[in-house]
């Protein structure tokens, strides 16, 4: 792949990258997509004592991993006190004194609070990469007692950061339109995609009605999504498909959780390690959280797999292309039956569907986007 003139980049990263789960599969495309337009490049990321990784990064980076041994009370202090989010504010400054970078590139706004002023008055060139609007997604899944703190300090970091940055690049058209409306700044579309090279995929055969839910069933968003659509929607796609079968995978799914699972007849998978071998087993795939800003990673392992798709209109974001193809949209009871009915009478073509999702969602197709944005 065709590299840029040489620069020297530094990318700051918020998200762990070790593991399963959206976050850490979005930092790594957002990193190996720098990566390969760009050779000189050096990660700061945060690990976890005694962490091993990070995982699935191209080989080339240099990689500075940062622990952050401060107690809880001291990182709640650091956030109000300091408006500081993140553990990378000394070792940051300490590497901008002893090199000059001409690009440096916040990969999520939070890891920017107050050092982007240090990256601003080095000179270098500065793009955040917005994993979604940040005030929308802390407000959602930061528990109530730690909201009052939390979210004014995300606020003011994430409009700090939007008019800091030389360019922000945002993953939907609805964050787009959030950013523009809210802070102004220089916004861009780059959206989502794999973090690797694309590999051949073998067409699936199930013609049972087996529903797939997939991710990680700790988060706050999916938990308070999850249980009220097992109440709510699932009773209306059992009686309209009577023989329906749901199967639920995904990690840190509480004991709560699992028990509710068991009760409404669903199979749990817990932390499978190949994501593609169990949704080989389903027809559909379905995506009830309706809550959480920018774009729902865990809807590209149905897409992927040319699965037919029954997603709430929240996490719809990011995946217009496919509505109407393969993707079915709903956001209350009605428009549920209406979406389950397209989606058992859609002639969905598996092939089709996999080359729309390549050419959106491609590793390749997200370098060449990044490529273009960088020269604009």
């Given at each position: 792949m065709e590299k840029q003139e040489p620069m020297k980049v530094l990318i700051v990263t918020y998200n762990y990258l070790t593991g399963y789960g959206g976050g850490a599969f979005g930092a790594r495309a957002y990193i190996n997509a720098f990566s390969a337009l760009y050779e000189d490049v050096t990660l700061l990321y945060p690990v976890r004592e005694g962490e091993t990784g990070p995982d699935g990064l191209r080989e080339g980076i240099r990689k500075v991993g940062i622990t952050d041994p401060a107690s809880r009370p001291a990182k709640l202090a650091r956030i109000f006190l300091k408006d500081i989010l993140h553990r990378f504010e000394k070792p940051f400054r300490e590497l901008l004194a002893r090199e000059h970078f001409d690009l440096i590139v916040f990969q999520n706004s939070k890891c920017s609070s107050r050092i982007i002023r240090d990256a601003r008055a080095s000179g270098a060139r500065i793009v955040v990469v917005h994993d979604n609007f940040e005030q929308e997604y802390t407000r959602d899944n930061t528990p109530f007692l730690l909201r009052p703190i939390l979210l004014p300090a995300t606020v003011r970091t994430e409009r700090e950061a939007v008019r800091t940055a030389d360019l922000n690049l945002v993953l939907t058209p609805d964050d787009a339109r959030l950013f523009e409306s809210k802070y102004g700044g220089n916004i861009a579309l780059w959206g989502t995609f794999e973090y690797g090279p694309s590999q051949p995929r073998a067409s699936a055969a199930v013609r049972e009605p087996v529903f797939a839910i997939t991710g990680n069933l700790g988060a706050r968003q999916t938990v308070s999504s999850l249980l009220p659509w097992l109440s709510d929607y699932y009773p209306i796609l059992k009686e309209m498909v009577p023989d329906a079968r749901l199967l639920v995978a995904g990690k840190e799914a509480s004991t709560a959780l699992q028990q509710r699972l068991s009760e409404v007849g669903a199979e749990f998978v817990d932390t499978p390690s190949d994501m593609s071998a169990v949704l080989a087993r389903a027809r559909y795939y379905l995506c009830p959280v309706n809550c959480g800003g920018?774009?729902?990673?865990?809807?590209?392992?149905?897409?992927?797999?040319?699965?037919?798709?029954?997603?709430?209109?929240?996490?719809?974001?990011?995946?217009?292309?496919?509505?109407?193809?393969?993707?079915?949209v709903y956001d209350d009871p009605a428009s549920f039956r209406k979406a389950l009915s397209g989606l058992l009478s859609c002639d969905s073509n598996p092939a089709r569907c996999r080359e729309l999702y390549d050419r959106l969602f491609s590793f390749e197709a997200g370098v060449e986007r990044l490529r273009k944005l960088m020269q604009a």
């Open positions: 920018g774009v729902k990673l865990r809807v590209m392992d149905g897409l992927r797999e040319g699965l037919p798709a029954l997603v709430h209109r929240v996490s719809a974001r990011g995946y217009e292309a496919f509505e109407g193809l393969s993707l079915f």
